[in-house]
T-cell receptor, first 111, second 114 residues
Framework: QKEVEQNSGPLSVPEGAIASLNCTYSDRGSQSFFWYRQYSGKSPELIMFIYSNGDKEDGRFTAQLNKASQYVSLLIRDSQPSDSATYLC???????????FGAGTQVVVTP | DGGITQSPKYLFRKEGQNVTLSCEQNLNHDAMYWYRQDPGQGLRLIYYSQIVNDFQKGDIAEGYSVSREKKESFPLTVTSAQKNPTAFYLCASATGWGSNEKLFFGSGTQLSVL
């Protein structure tokens, strides 16, 4: 069983709509959660992090964490073609001690 | 400008050859990491170092070696023992401790086999 799981996609989203990305993790001891955006051929860029249950908003991005369900999500509002990328979910602080990454969800925003 | 610099951007390895990937950071971060990314897969940890002159194996250390002689530098050598080295290699450094640790990446090195 993978420690961090994401749907691989592609997730096709019309321009201006909300993109909803999901991530589950297996280690209940995980404490910190991150979303990275990765354009093709480029390195991951940290866009959101969340530590506490609930929502955290930053511009068009909202991260949601539910530790009881071991579930993290990322919402992208008013999606733009520039949001087309692969989004990596990561968790840390669990029994493995180091960052664990999901395989990523590819998002395609269509004009 | 502060950041993490990886070089070269592209690297080609011949059969039986060792190659070294460079990673330098001027962010004054204590912890540094090497990840490997294969197409359609997540990041897999090769080695990490939390302080100078100390490093630990990650999940896929076989066929790789590292050194941490300076805080700013964490080079990765891909040895001839690594039979499938073609991948995108990412160096990262981390700020904060424990649950406050945040990971930031360099621009990556694409390694291919000739």
């Amino acid at each position: 069983q993978k420690e961090v799981e994401q749907n691989s996609g592609p997730l096709s989203v019309p321009e201006g709509a909300i993109a909803s990305l999901n991530c589950t993790y297996s280690d209940r001891g995980s404490q910190s959660f991150f979303w990275y955006r990765q354009y093709s051929g480029k390195s991951p860029e940290l866009i959101m992090f969340i530590y506490s249950n609930g929502d955290k908003e930053d511009g068009r991005f909202t991260a949601q964490l539910n530790k009881a369900s071991q579930y993290v999500s990322l919402l992208i509002r008013d999606s733009q073609p520039s949001d087309s990328a692969t989004y990596l979910c990561a968790a840390t602080g669990g029994s493995w001690g180091k960052f664990q990454f999901g395989a990523g969800t590819q998002v395609v925003v269509t004009p | 400008d502060g950041g993490i610099t990886q070089s070269p951007k592209y690297l080609f390895r011949k059969e039986g050859q060792n190659v070294t990937l460079s990673c330098e950071q001027n962010l004054n971060h204590d912890a540094m990491y090497w990840y490997r990314q294969d197409p359609g897969q997540g990041l897999r940890l090769i080695y990490y170092s939390q302080i100078v002159n100390d490093f630990q194996k990650g999940d896929i250390a076989e066929g790789y070696s590292v050194s941490r002689e300076k805080k700013e530098s964490f080079p990765l050598t891909v040895t001839s023992a690594q039979k499938n080295p073609t991948a995108f290699y990412l160096c990262a450094s981390a700020t904060g401790w424990g649950s406050n640790e945040k990971l930031f990446f360099g621009s990556g090195t694409q390694l291919s086999v000739l």
